[in-house]
Nanobody
């Protein structure tokens, strides 16, 4: 079984930065995509960013140019550097791992989810 443990959420001011981490443990297939989705109350969960084990990335339109995703395959860990934060970045951020790489095109499904970490951006 795969487990995802997120860390790094918290409170930040608008214009500031935060860094999220997500470590995957368990029996993990070498080819996968890991990344982040977020959900604010009353809104559907939306893509923030994903990165494949080969290094391909995808970003949600609202975070392009502000957020950067990276990963360390030796540690099965993905990082999300969030900069120029806006109040609309507030929400619960969930780490996900998928074996079907069509998730990068918004087609495949996430196989495993973390429990989420809260990000609050004050204006």
């Amino acid at each position: 079984q795969v487990q995802l443990v997120e860390s790094g959420g918290g409170l930040a001011q608008a214009g500031g930065s935060l860094r999220l981490s997500c470590a995957a443990t368990g029996s993990i297939a070498a080819q996968n995509a890991m990344g982040w989705y977020r959900q604010d109350s009353g809104k559907p969960r939306e893509l923030v960013s994903l990165v494949t084990s080969g290094g391909s990335t995808v970003y949600g339109d609202s975070v392009k140019g502000r957020f950067t995703i990276s990963r360390d395959n030796t540690k099965n860990t993905v990082y999300l550097q969030m900069s120029s934060l806006k109040s609309e970045d507030t929400g619960d951020y969930y780490c996900g791992l998928a074996y079907d790489l069509s998730v990068m095109a918004g087609i495949g499904e996430i196989d495993f989810w973390g429990q989420g970490t809260q990000v609050t951006v004050s204006s």
